[in-house]
């Protein structure tokens, strides 16, 4: 065994209980992670909701009209004058 690979192997150990520990920690629930008990849920603001849809659907019909319209635009400027 190489002298890099012995000293690696003495540092850390492989141990798969170790990760699976790790792991399972990963998934347990913190204080910044669960729903408060304390206090209501802030209602939902669907004025400004409404506002920003109202908003991307100003600009993204029209876009993707074109966009999705562009040969039959071209058909019409175009027709019969390439040959």
């Not at 890099?4 to 998934?27: H, N």
């Amino acid at each position: 065994m190489s002298p890099i690979l012995r000293l690696v192997s003495q540092r850390r150990a492989f141990s798969i209980a170790t990760r699976v520990r790790t792991l399972a920690r990963s998934f347990e629930p913190h204080p910044f992670g669960r729903l408060p008990k304390t206090q209501e849920a802030q209602k939902g603001d669907w004025a400004k909701q409404g506002r920003r849809l109202g908003d991307a659907a100003m600009f993204y019909f029209p876009f993707m009209g074109l966009v999705l319209s562009w040969p039959l635009i071209g058909e019409k400027i175009l027709d019969g004058k390439i040959q």
